[in-house]
Nanobody, 117 residues
Framework: QVQLVESGGGVVQAGGSLRLSCATS????????MGWFRQAPGKERDFVAT???????DYADSVKGRFTISRDNAKNTLYLQMDSLKPEDTAVYYC???????????WGQGTQVTVSS
């Protein structure tokens, strides 16, 4: 089990940008994959983006072209650069790690992102 701590959330106007960070207690370069998820009030937790050990990335259709997932293995930190934010991006954002298999097994506590119109 690894510990994941998100930061970087906040309140931003529509069209603005935020960068989320997820610091890990382990080695990001050794994980099968890492990802970002989000949960809006009254809704299910949804997939946002993932980055595999190989560096391959994948995104939800709703954020393609606006969000970028990346990692810094030297700092053991995962990032989510969010541009052109929309009010519908408002949610609690969680990072997750899949240590060996493709299944996510470790989760952070979440960071709130609020986009005002």
């Amino acid at each position: 089990q690894v510990q994941l701590v998100e930061s970087g959330g906040g309140v931003v106007q529509a069209g603005g940008s935020l960068r989320l960070s997820c610091a890990t207690s382990g080695r990001t370069g050794s994980y099968s994959r890492m990802g970002w998820f989000r949960q809006a009030p009254g809704k299910e937790r949804d997939f946002v983006a993932t980055i595999w050990k190989s560096g391959t990335t994948d995104y939800a259709d709703s954020v393609k072209g606006r969000f970028t997932i990346s990692r810094d293995n030297a700092k053991n930190t995962l990032y989510l650069q969010m541009d052109s934010l929309k009010p519908e991006d408002t949610a609690v954002y969680y990072c997750a790690a899949a240590l060996i298999s493709a299944q996510y097994s470790s989760w952070g506590q979440g960071t709130q992102v609020t986009v005002s119109s």
